[in-house]
């Protein structure tokens, strides 16, 4: 299977250079297209639909999966691997999987990819450690969440709880705890309920981010707005959770879904920072925090066979996001911290 290409984007001399404003959105422009674009030039090849795979899985299953060799499969089994709801049937998908790609790499072919729970999220064959299916994006979510579980006690250490927006960088800090708990959930078991939680919580994020600047920019001195905001943002997430649940889990829509909200988020943070560059001195931690978390999601575009079977592009993403936990938590608490100041001063907030 050949990896996927992009088109290089042609490199033209400006005769003036773009306003910031203007720049800042050709560029989140070009990041959603790209995302778009990985997410619907799917060519990839489907081992799951090979003869050879689906004839081993039927002839394991009839063989170990019924009688005295499923209870000699059941009572051998680790608890670790029963607890976590491993069958007898996806032992066989698991093995017929690794038969299928030997035989690829034997034929000289590239390595197959599988489906996942019926949905076009193709994925690559992994090596299973323990009962975690992806070992390297498991750790990569958990070590995102305890940085985020860190920073938290850190902001909660640091900042007063006057702090004007103390309550709802709290709950961000809680629904994004969330959502890096179900990442790890899911990249150790891929089920149908730990799939849509990973996205479903995924989405909340970012939302739940969008929330956060309106509430720094406009909601302090206008509640009326955020709280508009805030209603309109929930109706878009019941609506965004009950297409994909009730209507059709379409992993394209989602990816376009996700980058759609997330570029809202960019623009409006990147706006804020440029019109605060002169007045606050920590401006650019926003910046370079919300430039990283979307530059690093084209991470997901290199797509390719896991190294040593662990490690893959969506690991090497995650991995790549620990560090920004710390930049953003330290501009949260000097923002929580500049703002407490300006409440006591009596100065107009920015």
């Not at 070009?30 to 799917?42: E, G, K, M, R």
């Not at 959770?241 to 990816?255: A, E, I, K």
């Amino acid at each position: 299977m050949p990896l996927r290409s992009l088109p290089r984007a042609n490199s033209t001399t400006m005769a003036s250079p773009l306003p910031p404003c203007t720049a800042v959105i050709y560029s989140a422009l070009a990041i959603v297209a790209l995302l778009l674009l990985s997410a619907t030039a799917v060519n990839a090849s489907q081992g799951d639909k090979e003869p050879v795979y689906q004839d081993c899985v039927t002839q394991c299953v009839r063989t170990n999966c019924t009688g005295a060799r499923l209870r000699g499969f059941q009572s051998t089994q680790a608890p670790y691997m029963a607890l976590t709801g491993w069958t007898c049937r996806d032992d066989c998908r698991y093995q017929c999987m690794w038969q299928t790609v030997g035989l690829y790499q034997a034929e000289g072919y590239s390595i197959p990819q599988f489906h996942g729970k019926g949905n076009d999220d193709i994925q690559w064959p992994f090596a299973r450690f323990l009962c975690f299916e992806e070992p390297a994006s498991a750790l990569a979510s958990l070590l995102n969440g305890l940085a985020c579980l860190l920073m938290l006690l850190r902001y909660r250490s640091s900042v007063p709880h006057q702090s004007p927006m103390y309550y709802t960088i709290t709950a961000f800090s809680l629904v994004s705890l969330n959502a890096w708990f179900w990442s790890t959930v899911f990249h150790t078991r891929d089920t149908y309920l730990t799939e849509k939680m990973d996205y479903f919580c995924a989405s909340a994020v970012i939302l739940y981010s969008i929330y956060l600047c309106c509430v720094r920019t406009l909601g302090l001195k206008r509640p009326g707005v955020s709280s508009m905001v805030g209603v309109l943002l929930i109706l878009a997430f019941t609506s965004h959770v009950s297409y994909l649940t009730f209507v059709s889990f379409d992993y394209g829509y989602n990816m376009a879904a996700n980058a759609t909200i997330g570029i809202v988020n960019l623009l409006w943070w990147l706006c804020w920072c440029w019109q605060n560059r002169r007045t606050l001195p920590y401006w650019w931690k926003c910046g370079v925090v919300v430039v990283l978390l979307h530059g690093l999601a084209l991470l997901e575009l290199l797509d390719f066979p896991p190294l040593f079977w662990v490690l893959d592009a969506h690991a090497v993403w995650h991995l790549s996001t620990v560090p920004v936990h710390f930049l953003f938590y330290s501009f949260l608490i000097d923002d929580s911290l500049h703002l407490l100041n300006t409440e006591k001063t009596g100065v107009k907030l920015e």
